[in-house]
């Protein structure tokens, strides 16, 4: 209420009892009717005037309450106030006010915002106070609601296990957090001093910050709401995947904000690409499976028909005694054979061949191959040996591990044009963690890992998924027939092994080979 109002419709020292100027009675039936409870103390603070809004608030007839003190009625002490209110306006310039709580004779209270006015005579001595009280129980309900419904939301946002982030937008730096939750603290690794006040493109990776604008494009009115998924570099470095929900919140006519929930998703990001990595493993296999099955019936019936030409050309090569025919006997008997050969690796390939299985040392196979290997490799290109596996023992065939090997490091002698270094390692280790069930039981808790690495060129990915496959080369015309990586694949089959790559363009390749050892292969 205006106090300067209410007391230019009032004359002071003319309204209550004792005085000498008889009150207008129209202006006492204007203060019952003003929609506060006024009070018109004296010096002594006796009441001397209640209206009729004072009356209803303390549930006490004008009569009950003038007459008695002010501070026996409003504060239901014995004497004084240490703080009244009204000797409290008197050393003030402006009118004070007070937010105080009456205890009513039913037991009831309620909650009044109080004005006091000191009243001064021409002396300018106080001659009274005039007391305008507001019931503002209801106000004081609301605000506790208001302050219990702040709790509750600053409860949820603090202790969602989502990220939430409010974004003011700047038009120069884009959003701009203006608060976020403790989950959004601690998966980022930052303080809360480190990120209020930082664009949102502080977190954001590289990547994700080339994608702000267009995002923003979408989010202009009140109301849009954006999905999508973006990444965020945390302090310690690693990279977040995150899924956000974006929404533009406008309250009331204050200037719209972003409210971001994240989640973190990079555990299911992780598991997507595991899935998708063994839904292509499995269709490799099946292809290579399928190619064997074709591979290994032609290659059947192609030996047929080899048998039979060389079966013959061993006879003709016995009847035939002039030099030139005989030339040309030996010709067709080194062609038939080469093409014997060829069959020989598809057999391997396919597994459709039964070698006879020993105990090998992979050591001496290894060796054997570094020997052979001096007469073919180029001077530039050194052989590096490494074979620390304790126990290097397999069951298989000797002739076709050598030749499994010896195929792989003639591919990394093409791929080193400009010399290198060829690697041979050995070592026991588990299974890598993604293999099959039925992958880990052919190799046993613990098998023999032989790496083979050079630094040379490189394989792309798309080659890199073909080079198992039989007649697949990179090599020009006439310079390979497409079989040592595919005879390779199949000799470690037929071993109960996997074969793995692993390859860099322009830093090098490396082929590790996994085979069951002895003791796992004889239980098995």
């Not at 205006?2 to 202006?27: A, E, H, K």
């Not at 009441?47 to 501070?71: H, P, T, W």
């Not at 005694?321 to 060829?342: F, H, M, W």
Request: hydrophobic share 40%; aromatic share 6%.
């Amino acid at each position: 209420m205006n106090t300067m109002w209410f007391l230019s419709l009032i004359n002071p020292t003319s309204w209550g009892r004792g005085s000498d100027v008889p009150p207008d009675p129209n202006q006492d039936k204007l203060i019952d009717y003003l929609p506060a409870g006024i009070a018109l103390v004296d010096k002594d603070h006796r009441i001397i005037r209640v209206n009729k809004m004072m009356s209803q608030m303390l549930k006490r007839s004008a009569d009950d309450l003038e007459g008695s003190f002010c501070y026996q009625q409003f504060a239901k002490g014995a004497g004084v106030c240490v703080h009244c209110p009204g000797l409290l306006s008197a050393g003030e310039s402006q009118t004070p006010q007070f937010e105080t709580q009456w205890l009513r004779d039913d037991g009831s209270s309620i909650c009044t915002r109080l004005t006091a006015v000191a009243l001064r005579d021409a002396q300018g001595e106080i001659s009274g106070f005039i007391k305008m009280a507001e019931d503002i129980t209801a106000y004081k309900l609301l605000q506790q609601e208001l302050t219990a419904s702040e709790a509750r939301y600053r409860a949820l946002f603090e202790k969602s296990g989502d990220h939430l982030f409010v974004m003011r937008l700047d038009p120069e730096r884009g959003p701009v957090i203006t608060d976020a939750n403790e989950a959004a603290f601690t998966s980022h690794g930052y303080s809360r001093e480190e990120l209020i006040g930082k664009p949102i493109s502080f977190l954001d990776s590289e990547a994700a910050r080339g994608e702000i604008s267009e995002r923003s494009i979408k989010l202009q009115n009140p109301g849009d709401h954006l999905l999508f998924e973006s990444e965020h570099r945390c302090k310690d470095g690693r990279l977040m995947q995150v899924e956000v929900s974006a929404t533009l919140v406008q309250i009331g006519e204050a200037a719209p904000f972003l409210l971001c929930v994240e989640r973190d998703i990079s555990a299911r990001k992780r598991a997507e690409a595991e899935n998708l990595r063994l839904e292509r493993q499995l269709l490799q296999a099946e292809k290579m499976k399928a190619l064997g099955q074709l591979t290994g019936g032609i290659a059947h019936d192609f030996n047929n028909q080899l048998t039979a030409i060389l079966g013959f050309t061993e006879l003709l090569e016995a009847g035939v005694t002039e030099p030139n025919l005989k030339g040309y006997v030996e010709n067709i008997r080194r062609s038939a054979q080469g093409s014997a050969d060829l069959i020989a690796q598809l057999m391997s390939f396919s597994r459709k061949e039964h070698p006879t299985f020993v105990l090998v040392d992979m050591h001496r196979v290894i060796r054997d191959v570094a020997i052979l290997l001096k007469h073919s490799l180029n001077k530039k290109i050194g052989v590096i040996q490494q074979l620390t596996a304790p126990d290097a023992e397999v069951r298989g065939d000797a002739i076709q591990l050598q030749n499994a090997l010896l195929n792989i490091a003639i591919n990394a002698r093409d791929a080193m044009t400009e010399g290198g270094e060829l690697g041979f390692e050995t070592l026991h280790c588990a299974p890598p963690p993604h293999f099959s069930a039925e992958q880990v039981a052919g190799l046993g808790a613990r098998c023999l890992c032989i790496r083979i690495q050079d630094n040379g060129c490189g394989i792309d990915a798309e080659t890199k998924a073909r080079i198992f496959e039989p007649f697949f080369t990179t090599k020009k015309a006439g310079k390979g027939t497409g079989m040592g990586l595919a005879s390779v694949y199949g000799a470690v089959m037929a071993h109960q092994g996997q074969i793995e790559v692993e390859s860099t363009l322009g830093v090098g390749t490396s082929f590790n080979l996994y085979l069951p050892l002895a003791v796992t292969a004889a239980r098995a």
